[in-house]
């Protein structure tokens, strides 16, 4: 099974700035899903760049890809425009639920334009882009992804 971490950082990309996020998130990936082969790779925050790579993922075979970075109000936050321009269809309460509960710790949760949603049977999923933003918003939601490919995979419908 294969996965992807992407991160999409300009600090991190030239090398100004440690990706700290991009690991932590593969490390909780490999946790839940020992056997998973990880693609991580790391892009400026270039919109044409994250979408081919998005694209090439999702060709690639990767059943699940999570976007690291780049949902904020920046000007060059656009990783989730490049996320909608890729998939077919949208899976919004994962990102709903990732702000509501980061909310809960973090007011600036909701500041997130993160978006999830799918490309075929590939789900792609925004996180934000600090370490710790990331990792409470993916385990807040890891029980959902986890059903969510199944479902995407042609499996159960209803648990």
């Known amino acids: 099974m294969l996965f992807g971490v992407l991160t999409i950082s300009d600090r991190c990309s030239q090398g100004l700035l440690e990706d ?25 925050d270039d919109e044409d760049a994250i979408e081919a790579t998005l694209k090439r993922l999702t060709e690639d075979g990767a059943v699940l890809v999570l976007t690291v970075g780049g949902t904020g109000l920046g000007p060059r936050d656009r990783t989730p425009e490049a996320t909608r321009r890729v998939i077919d269809r ?42 710790r933003g990331a990792e409470e918003s993916l385990t807040s939601i890891l029980g959902l992804i ?12 209803h648990p």
Not at 20 to 44: H, M, N, S
Not at 116 to 124: E, H, N, R
């Open 20 to 44: 700290t996020a991009g690991p932590a998130v593969a490390a909780l990936l490999k946790q839940e899903w020992k056997d998973a082969e990880i693609f991580a790779g790391l892009l400026a």
């Open 90 to 131: 949208e899976a919004p309460g994962l990102a709903e639920a990732m702000r509501v509960l980061g909310a809960q710790r973090n007011p600036y949760a909701w500041l997130s334009r993160g978006v999830a949603g799918l490309k075929g049977a590939t789900l792609i999923v925004n996180l934000p882009g600090s370490e």
């Open 146 to 157: 986890r059903h969510g490919l199944e479902i995407a995979a042609g499996g159960q419908t």
